[in-house]
């Protein structure tokens, strides 16, 4: 629902969360409603969401988290898992793409230990990906779908790009 942006401050306040204008929130909502997903507390505040979108063309269509997180009382309950199990499965009976992908800080390693437990690999590195006062490398990962029969979305390469190199 539109009013859950307006539960968003809980969250976004963390300094581990990628935080985007309103515009953004309001294009996925528009475009994607299906992969803007919210987990709800009993008291009505919000105690994670997903960002996800579908993208792509030929073997290259894929499902996209945009963002994940969760409010820093609420981690360590199986709600990220849960939030990209989500997106995996829309991804999978709605949009019938070949992989998951997402961006990760190269630095966050506590992130890519658990995108990894979820099943994603580093696909590839990308150069400057945030950009900033102090430019970081992301992760390009990935998790192929059953789309995929080979895995061949998943394949590492085996250099890096930059983001202007980026297909989407």
């Known amino acids: 629902e539109m009013n859950d942006l307006f539960k968003f401050n ?3 306040l963390d300094v581990l969360t990628e935080t985007y204008n309103m515009p953004f929130y309001l294009q996925y909502m528009s475009h994607w409603p299906e992969s803007f997903t919210v987990a709800e507390a009993p008291d009505g505040s919000l105690m994670g969401y997903m960002l996800g979108k579908s993208e792509g063309r030929g073997n290259l269509w894929h499902g996209h988290v945009s ?3 969760v409010a820093p009382s609420y981690r360590r309950l199986g709600l990220a898992k849960t939030l990209m199990d989500d997106l995996e ?3 999978t009976d709605v949009y019938n793409a070949f992989f998951v992908d997402l961006f ?3 630095s966050n390693q506590l992130a890519i230990s658990m995108y ?3 099943g994603y ?3 590839r590195r990308v150069l400057g990906y945030y ?3 102090d430019p970081e490398d992301a992760f390009d990962m990935r998790k192929a779908l059953p789309r995929d029969k080979n895995k061949e979305s998943v394949v590492p390469l085996d250099h890096p790009i930059r983001p202007e ?4």
């Open 121 to 123: 690999t580093r696909y």
């Open 10 to 12: 809980n969250i976004n």
């Open 165 to 168: 190199d980026l297909e989407w």
């Open 131 to 133: 950009s900033g006062e």
């Open 104 to 106: 990760v800080r190269a």
């Open 89 to 91: 499965s829309i991804s």
């Open 67 to 69: 963002a994940v997180t």
């Open 116 to 118: 990894e437990k979820f």
